[in-house]
């Protein structure tokens, strides 16, 4: 149970990319195309983590024309995302409509009861997996997270972790680690994780689980200090970030003593009952995308795990992620009466 | 100084041809974006985001794209006042204060002055919050950093006491109004426990009740049904209309300067903390409608109402930007997109963009100054034909509002349920001012509840159920303190004044 | 401020006391869920339904009071709040809107909004056809061109687009 990750899907990877790559030269002829307007279903604000992929994808579309109609990107953020999987779920057999997700797939359904689960919509394609890293602010003394935490378990549960949204990745991470280590937190929920950063910069919280992306510019400027990352191993980024430290730098937190993982998928789905051609054409689609040199440069500026998935090793991967969220949230007391 | 070099520098940057194309281009969809009610600046603004892509590629191409994109930003701030002073339908939240004086100064026939002056302080409320951020953004940036919950909260609760302290009319209609707008900004989810509350069960109602949709409906749809009962056309249609009455506007508007300068301050100030251009608007109303000494007849149609909210929110929307650069946090919806587009480019806001990518940051900063300025020439050049839109017989131009309202309330959230809501909204509209409840204090605790509520269990939490979190440090003990001076001031005074007959 | 000629639909006490019972079942709905969502100040601050719950309380409270008063205020019986007249002419723009707005999901955003402009120009402008079709049809093209063209901000569309190939 502590493992959080499961392993067995990595050996897949190469495997799934090589049979992608093969199909590819007989779907050409007969493939499925839009006919019309596609709508990218955002179940997340502006300017999030979610939105900023959707967005670039298709920037990266319009801008190599890989799809001859256009592309539209619909934010429906209501009820943390429900909104959108919702109409997704409505749209059932509709190829114009696709849907990128973040771990609100599981834990909104969980948390608040909503009638939606991810089997309602087609998997189509993992594009990456978004890190987790603990930080705190670089004026305290803590250099790593056994420090760390020593000093929380002493503070006698005065210690704030600010995170981004409630019952929601964030706080499934620190209720984990409070699992794991006996330390307590008082746990803080903020609109976005640009927010979050600086509060921890501003000395508001005592710690944070941002995603890379989210805190890098504080990391840079010396405000924020990271402890370890909530993956296996670590991130494969070595250019320096800071004058000493690359994202490679950054210890997996299992190595630390902290038994906790985390990853957040980005994926993207299509609504249920869709023809296997239709998914074809966004597989193919989106290959192409992270193909592109654009598409490798935003995955380094935001450190992500570079696990990409399709078909049923997807399929697989999202089940058991499921299975995991319940675990975790039933754990937590987070699931919905 | 060294501001001034690094300012004209980016004044190079920014005035080349292309830029200088794309400042206009950028200024005119913003005010096309603004004017339609639920498509925001930062619909707008993310909509283009994918075209700037492929042009930040190009060497200095970040610089044109963030002057496309923020020009649109400036174009949505000037447009957001036309259809608040000609229908009574903000186009953008923060206008939405501007109706309470803007339109009942069209209905008296002065549409041209009222969009002068919302125009003109627009200008200078960006103005001053573009020269604070030339010359102090080292001094003001780190100011945000010391806003936790606690301080959010005491920010939202200033608002608050600012505008609602002293309205008349009936106590009961009063608290009716204000605490339906809180028990409506509470449906959906409830963002500190993760819990949806007062769904029952409804789809629909996840997202809750937006703002703009209950302003587009109890202000747009229900000042049409008002206007049918009267007849069939818009008061003030018969204004004269040409270009002169902008010059007398400016005339008049010297007068107002401590209004100015007073909502230009409580701008920056709500920009940077950031709480958000449309509190900023609201607090600048309620301090000029206590503190003017036409404060009373705050309502009926006076200019100097129309300037508070304007340049506020003007100012805040531009110094939201600082903290946008400075700390990569978003002060705006818009600025949030803004910096998803940074991102994408290859930018990092944050402390060190300002010495890593000058060129960048001075651009953009001189982009606020020579974008403010188009805007400016392109709206009041337009004064007149948006005042003459008035003419348009009415069996014309009411049902085009009105599909307008219905496209401005379905885009909010891509929603049909939002547009019946409208309509509903509507209906109530018209009753409610009938039967003399203000619609105000709904609207201001639309907007404020849940983000007020938010930071107020956060704080809670933080201090572990300890009150006095609220008086824990000099700058959130004094703004609390001043929010319930504010609040008892009428008492406080009443009080002074038999204290003082007594003796 | 009604004339005496005038038929009075409804009265201003009328309307009040209906408004108060509405604003009253507003607020014990609002108390009901929050109620179940927990209104107590728990150990670490406020509980989900601890604001919405007092909110309720006081919607309540309000209504009940302007209940009242409009039961003793007899000068409201005679005031009429809306008369006939006004009625009518409101209830003909209200409806076609009601119309309008429900015929969206069905005809799509253009076209509903071409009949209901022409509707309105027909109706209150008594305008002739001529000039109808080219405003209510070139306002709808307008928008097209602003918001799926330009804007690429799609709008429900119905059989015709479909049609015309324009989804």
């Known amino acids: 149970m502590r493992n959080f990750t499961d392993r067995d899907w990595r050996g897949t990877t190469a495997l799934t990319l090589f049979a992608a790559a093969a199909a590819m030269p007989t779907q050409a002829l007969a493939a499925w195309e839009p006919t019309k307007t596609v709508e990218f279903i955002v179940p997340a604000g502006t300017g999030g983590g979610a939105d900023q992929m959707a967005r670039i994808i298709q920037g990266i579309i319009a801008k190599n024309k890989l799809m001859k109609e256009p592309m539209v990107v619909v934010n429906k953020a209501g009820g943390a995302g429900a909104e959108g999987f919702l109409d997704v779920k409505e749209s059932k057999g509709d190829p114009h409509k696709i849907i990128i997700t973040l771990s609100n797939l599981f834990t909104t359904p969980l948390a608040t009861n909503t009638p939606f689960n991810w089997r309602d919509l087609t998997p189509v394609q993992m594009m990456a997996l978004d890190n987790f890293v603990l930080w705190v602010n670089a004026e305290t003394p803590y250099k790593t997270p056994t420090e760390y935490l020593a000093a929380v378990k002493a503070g006698g549960g005065k210690f704030k972790m600010g995170g981004t949204g409630s019952k929601q990745e964030d706080q499934i991470i620190t209720v984990a680690i409070e699992k794991q280590t006996g330390a307590k937190f008082i746990y803080i929920s903020y609109r976005g994780g640009g927010e979050v950063a600086v509060q921890l910069v501003g000395k508001h919280v005592d710690s944070t689980v941002n995603n890379p992306i989210e805190a890098v510019a504080q990391w840079r400027a010396g405000s924020l200090r990271p402890l370890c990352v909530f993956d296996a191993k670590r991130m494969p980024y070595k250019t320096k970030i800071t004058k000493t430290m690359s994202w490679y730098d950054i210890p997996p937190c299992k190595d630390t003593g902290l038994d906790v993982e985390y990853l957040m998928l980005r994926g993207i789905f299509m609504p249920g009952g869709v023809t296997e051609e239709h998914k074809q054409y966004y597989v193919d689609l989106l290959k192409k995308v992270r193909e592109t040199p654009d598409w490798k440069s935003f995955l380094e500026q935001g450190a992500f795990n570079q696990t990409t998935l399709t078909g049923k090793e997807y399929e697989a991967w999202v089940a058991r992620e499921e299975a995991r969220h319940i675990l975790l949230m039933r754990e937590a007391g987070f699931l919905a009466k | 100084m060294e501001e001034i070099n690094a300012l004209l520098q980016g004044f190079g940057v920014a005035l080349s041809p292309l830029n200088l194309l794309l400042m206009f281009v950028g200024v005119v969809l913003g005010i096309i974006i603004g004017v339609l009610p639920g498509l925001g600046g930062a619909n707008g603004v993310a909509i283009l985001l994918p075209l700037t892509f492929s042009m930040a590629q190009q060497p200095g191409g970040t610089t044109s794209a963030i002057i496309l994109l923020s020009c649109i930003y400036w174009g949505a701030l000037f447009g957001g006042a036309i259809t608040s002073i000609l229908f009574n339908i903000p186009g953008e939240p923060w206008s939405v204060a501007t109706t309470f004086d803007g339109h009942p100064l069209a209905q008296l026939g002065r549409a041209g002055s009222a969009l002068t002056a919302a125009f003109t302080s627009s200008f200078i409320g960006a103005l001053i919050a573009v020269i604070m951020i030339t010359f102090l953004s080292p001094v003001v940036a780190g100011f945000a950093l010391r806003f936790g919950p606690p301080e959010f909260f005491s920010v939202y609760l200033l608002t608050f006491c600012a505008f609602v302290g002293m309205s008349g009319g009936n106590a009961a209609k009063t608290i009716a109004s204000m605490m339906i707008g809180f028990a409506l900004a509470a449906v959906g989810l409830d963002s500190v426990t993760g819990t949806l509350r007062l769904t029952f069960g409804f789809t629909s109602l996840l997202k809750g009740f937006d703002f703009l949709i209950a302003v587009i409906g109890l202000f747009g749809i229900g000042e049409i049904l008002e206007t049918l009962e009267e007849g069939l056309a818009f008061k003030g249609a018969s204004a004269r209309i040409n270009f002169k009455v902008v010059l007398e506007t400016w005339k008049e508007l010297p007068r107002y300067w401590a209004t100015s300068l007073r909502s230009a301050a409580v701008g920056c100030f709500m920009g940077i903390v950031p709480g958000g251009a449309t509190p900023a608007s609201f607090m600048s109303y309620g301090l000029a409608r206590r503190l003017s000494k036409d404060g009373n007849d705050f309502g009926s149609g006076k200019v100097e109402g129309v300037v508070a909210p304007e340049t506020a929110a003007h100012a805040a929307g531009t110094s939201a930007l600082l903290p946008m650069i400075t700390l990569g946090v978003p002060g705006s919806p818009t600025a949030a997109v803004l910096l998803g587009g940074l991102l994408i480019w290859g930018l990092q806001p944050g402390p060190l963009l300002f010495v890593e990518k000058p060129d960048f940051v001075w651009g953009l900063i001189a982009s606020m100054y020579l974008g403010n300025i188009a805007g400016l020439i392109v709206v009041l050049t337009c004064v007149p034909l948006f005042a003459a839109i008035l003419r348009i017989p009415f069996s014309i131009i009411a049902p085009v509002i009105i599909v307008i309202c219905a496209i401005g309330a379905y885009t909010v959230h891509n929603s049909m349920f939002d547009v019946y809501l409208m309509v509903a909204f509507g209906v109530l509209g018209y009753a409610f001012k009938k039967l003399g409840y203000p619609l105000a204090p709904l609207v201001l605790a639309l907007v404020l509840g849940d983000r007020a509520e938010e930071n107020f269990r956060n704080a809670i939490k933080g201090s572990q159920g300890d009150l006095l979190v609220f008086f824990s440090n000099g700058l959130v003990g004094g703004l609390t303190s001043l929010a319930l001076l504010l609040l008892f001031w009428p008492f406080i005074r009443a009080g002074w004044r038999m204290v003082l007959g007594k003796s | ?167």
């Not at chain 3, 004339?3 to 509405?22: K, P, Y």
């Not at chain 3, 509707?119 to 070139?138: E, R």
């Not at chain 3, 799926?148 to 989804?167: H, T």
């Open chain 3, 1 to 167: 401020m009604e004339s005496e000629q005038q038929h009075s639909a409804a009265s201003v006490r009328a309307v009040e006391i209906g408004v108060a019972v509405v604003i009253f079942l507003f607020g014990a709905l609002v108390v009901f869920d929050s109620y179940r969502l927990g209104a107590r100040w728990g150990d670490d601050g406020p509980q989900a339904g601890y604001f919405p719950f007092y909110v309720g309380l006081f919607i309540c409270a309000s209504g009940a009071a302007i209940f009242v008063r409009a039961l003793r205020n007899t000068a409201f019986a005679a005031e009429s709040f809306v008369s006939r007249e006004e009625l009518k002419k409101i209830l003909t723009v209200l409806v076609p809107t009601i119309v309008y707005v429900s015929v969206i999901g069905y005809l799509g955003f253009y076209v509903a909004s071409t009949l209901y402009i022409a509707y309105f120009m027909w109706h209150l402008g008594k305008y002739a056809w001529f000039k109808i079709a080219p405003v209510s049809i070139g306002v709808s093209v307008a928008f097209f061109l602003i918001f799926e063209i330009w804007f690429s901000v799609p709008l429900p569309k119905g059989p015709l687009e479909a049609a015309l190939g324009l989804n």
